[in-house]
């Protein structure tokens, strides 16, 4: 089993900052790395994939990167719709496994 | 368009039986992983396990196997998550998801489980 782990848990972060969150695989899973943005009572987005695509229509102020074990989610010039929780998912093994979650929340 | 549509809410008593349902459109449903992800109250995302309709290949997240069973009828691009007996523990929101970059998902089907 690959274990994800995430971090910071969660982050206090004002309007317009640049935020990074970090996701750490237990084992290498090369780009096979996806990350999702969740609001309260909503489905998860998908926002990239292969640990650098971004899906078709999220904004560009999302960005991602890493291969192997370490990857990171990075937003600049967060806004209020921003703030919401985010995950990363290893797919190289099946049928994948979610990190634990970052909450981002207003400072 | 991609969509995946959901069955809706359930309300069922501890040791009952139950079938969910995600049916796919707007996409070739046999060429793609379909899967569910379990989400209990205030808690992060878990997947269960992941099918390929097309073949019926099935694989499951070690914590859910023999635990519930998943299955697709591609005749009518439906998949599915079914519980033999139900637990407390298993009231939590259940999503689909294109796998396996989850790219698309359903809107959720909330299962409570209550004597």
């Known amino acids: 089993d690959i274990q994800m782990t995430q971090s910071p848990s969660s982050l206090s972060a004002s309007v317009g900052d640049r935020v990074t969150i970090t996701c750490r695989a237990s084992?290498?899973?090369?780009?096979?790395l996806a990350w999702f943005q969740q609001k309260p009572g909503k489905a998860p987005k998908s926002l990239i994939y292969a640990a650098s695509s971004l899906q078709s229509g999220v904004p560009s102020k999302f960005s991602g990167s890493g291969s192997g074990t370490d990857f990171t989610l990075t937003i600049t010039g967060l806004q209020p719709e921003d703030f919401a929780t985010y995950y990363c998912?290893?797919?190289?093994?099946?049928?994948?496994?979610f990190g634990q979650g970052t909450k981002v929340e207003i400072k | 368009e991609v969509q995946l549509v959901q069955s809706g809410a359930e309300v069922k008593k501890p040791g009952e039986s139950l079938k969910i349902s995600c049916k796919g459109s707007g996409y070739n449903f046999i060429s793609h992983w379909i899967g569910w992800v379990r989400q209990m109250p205030g808690k992060g995302l878990e997947w269960m396990g992941i099918i390929y309709p097309g073949d019926s290949d099935t694989r499951y997240s070690p914590s859910f196997q023999g635990q519930v069973i998943i299955s697709a009828d591609k005749s009518i691009s439906t998949a599915y998550l079914q519980w033999s007996s139900l637990k407390a523990s298993d009231t939590a929101m259940y999503y689909c998801?294109?796998?396996?970059?989850?790219?698309?998902w359903g809107q959720g089907t909330l299962v409570t489980v209550s004597s």
């Open positions: 998912q290893q797919y190289n093994s099946y049928p994948g496994t």
């Open positions: 998801a294109r796998a396996v970059t989850a790219d698309y």
């Open positions: 084992q290498g899973i090369s780009n096979y």
